[in-house]
């Protein structure tokens, strides 16, 4: 499967963004999907992840209390609703996506296997 993110930007400290990661053919095959984020200089990071149905989600402890990321079924964009964000959000974003028939959400980058081209989210102070 080929994921696109998009939605990013140049913001100031406390705007808000919405990614959207779309799929090719705009459906999503794989039950778990994703938000990293890559840091200038640091490693790629999780942000948040979700099941097929969108009924459950998991988040980075950074994540919890400003971040929400959404579905509404397979047929849909995963979107990250970005709130409240500081400048220690910027980086480049990536979904991503893990094989068939996994269902356990992760946060190790390693055990997704599709990765779309990320979007750049900067913001300033």
């Known amino acids: 499967v080929q994921l696109q993110a998009s939605g990013g930007g140049s913001v100031q400290t406390g705007d808000s963004l919405r990614l959207s990661c779309a799929a090719s053919?705009?459906?999503?095959?794989?039950?778990?999907v994703g938000w990293f984020r890559q840091a200038p200089g640091k490693g790629r990071e999780f942000v948040a992840a979700i099941s097929l149905s969108g009924g459950s989600a998991k988040y980075a402890a950074f994540a919890t209390d400003r971040f929400t990321i959404s579905r509404d079924n397979a047929n849909n964009p995963v979107y990250l609703q970005m709130n409240s964000l500081k400048p220690e959000d910027t980086g480049v974003y990536y979904c991503?996506?893990?094989?068939?028939?996994?269902?356990?959400?992760?946060?190790?980058?390693?055990?997704?296997?599709?990765w779309g081209r990320g979007t750049l989210v900067t913001v300033s102070s």
């Open positions: 053919g705009g459906t999503f095959s794989n039950p778990v």
């Open positions: 991503a996506a893990r094989p068939r028939g996994i269902t356990v959400l992760s946060d190790a980058p390693r055990l997704y296997l599709y």
